[in-house]
């Protein structure tokens, strides 16, 4: 269905940075009909006062936030059926039921791309309604499946970029897959893609798939993608002579890459120890703001706006900030959490019960050539360069990646196998004291017999 370019959006969101973003990239995919509210009662005065095609609004706002803006649209006869899309950083699977279930046409989680809004605004305003998703089908040629495996552009997808390398020089052949690696450009591609079926396996963070999982997603964790290897990343405005850096960060926003993180626990954790109380605006009061942004984008928006205090984001991300004298180090990941987990390798159900040979090998590739990786460090840089920035888009180069693994408790990728202690402390913090998440009975949802049956190599 062909959208009018010319319609009116109202995108609804308390956040500067935010309305720009929004503008930019609806901009991007052809619609320059724009007026902005900062919260639900602004969308209010808005909507009553012009005639308006469309709304996009964020959830978290102060005075009326989203879902209440939501249900009072709906409550109304005049626009009971004006399309709207929540686009917000409550992107775990309770919230977007929530949104549905008040009348929503869409939702579309922080961050998000130009073609995930594109889509959104195509799926809201059309009236074929929900379409019926197709069954995956998988080819199978001279016994060897292809298997799909997604993932972004981070160092804590290397092992798999190492194993795709192994295989392509002849290293190493896998008997019973093909491996066809999809990167992608989020964090909610992948979501998708591992509750649809489009792709049979996925490194992703582990709250990701945790929160997938208990809302009956058939996927299993496997097996870890990494440990430590993210990095908090403090704006250099902070002057030290000057304020504390409770002082600091107090009414400052934090950017993380995705609500369902690490990353978001345990920068939560260090803001609280610092006497703060931070989270996303709504009806508890905070002073220090959690903002959802693409991490690509971190730098930038914390070099242009004054009131970012620090990022926190997987490598080599924060490196690059650092090296480019765009933030300094606040603290690595490993130093608040030793050896803690992060990205996790997600499988389809299906695809282990139908092929299980082949995610037996999959799974005991990626334990060998964890050890690849940490055995030749200089070796892996270079792997990693191609494999993570195959356009050149990012500036990325071995010389980062070296100063990556070369960081105190930088991240490791020989120890792979899955603690259930570690992941029940994610999941508990998160739901306990961020109030974010279901909690799930991790022995149905991790499943180490593939790790448990791989056999000890060096793969020097």
Avoid at 223 to 249: C, I, M, P
Avoid at 290 to 305: A, L, S, T
């Amino acid at each position: 269905m062909k959208i009018d370019p010319n319609i009116k959006i109202l995108v609804v969101d308390d956040s500067g940075t935010m309305r720009i973003m929004f503008q930019q990239i609806l901009k991007q995919v052809g619609f320059e009909n724009l007026i902005m509210a900062k919260n639900g009662n602004d969308g209010i005065e808005k909507v009553n006062a012009q005639k308006i095609d469309l709304v996009i609004s964020d959830w978290n706002m102060p005075e009326k936030d989203g879902l209440d803006f939501l249900k009072w649209l709906r409550s109304e006869k005049a626009y009971k059926d004006l399309p709207f899309i929540m686009a917000t950083a409550q992107a775990d699977k309770g919230q977007q039921i929530a949104i549905m279930e008040a009348g929503g046409n869409g939702h579309v989680p922080k961050p998000f791309t130009a073609d995930q809004i594109r889509d959104a605004i195509k799926k809201a305003m059309s009236p074929a309604g929900k379409q019926e998703q197709k069954k995956k089908k998988r080819n199978v040629l001279a016994g060897k499946v292809d298997l799909k495996v997604a993932h972004i552009q981070i160092t804590d997808h290397l092992v798999l970029g190492a194993l795709k390398h192994r295989i392509e020089q002849g290293e190493v052949t896998p008997g019973h897959f093909n491996l066809i690696t999809d990167q992608m450009q989020g964090w909610n591609p992948i979501q998708d893609g591992l509750e649809n079926g489009d792709i049979d396996c996925a490194f992703v963070l582990a709250p990701i798939a945790m929160d997938l999982f208990a809302y009956d997603a058939p996927i299993k964790l496997v097996l870890l993608a990494h440990k430590n290897g993210s990095t908090f990343v403090r704006s250099r405005r902070w002057d030290r002579q000057q304020e504390s850096l409770h002082t600091f960060y107090k009414d400052k926003v934090v950017d993380i890459p995705h609500k369902m993180s690490v990353h978001h626990m345990l920068a939560h954790q260090f803001l609280l120890d610092l006497g703060l109380n931070p989270g996303v605006p709504g009806k508890e009061i905070i002073n220090v703001r959690f903002e959802v942004v693409p991490p690509v984008q971190m730098p930038g928006i914390m070099k242009e706006n004054s009131n970012v205090g620090a990022f926190m984001v997987a490598e080599p991300i924060a490196t690059k900030s650092m090296v480019s004298d765009i933030g300094d180090l606040e603290f690595f990941s490993a130093t608040k959490w030793k050896d803690h987990p992060c990205c996790v390798v997600a499988m389809q159900d299906d695809f282990m019960e139908k092929f299980p040979e082949a995610a037996q090998e999959f799974v005991s590739l990626l334990i060998e050539t964890g050890a690849y990786v940490e055995a030749d460090k200089e070796r892996a840089a270079q792997i990693g360069t191609d494999f993570l920035d195959p356009d050149k888009k990012i500036g990325l180069n071995p010389n980062v990646l070296q100063t990556v693994f070369s960081q105190p408790l930088a991240i490791k990728m020989n120890d792979l196998y899955p603690v259930l202690e570690d992941l029940d402390a994610i999941q508990q913090y998160m739901h306990d004291v961020m109030h974010i998440g279901r909690l799930i009975d991790l022995e149905k949802f991790v499943y180490t017999g593939f790790a448990d049956n791989a056999q000890p190599v060096d793969a020097s």
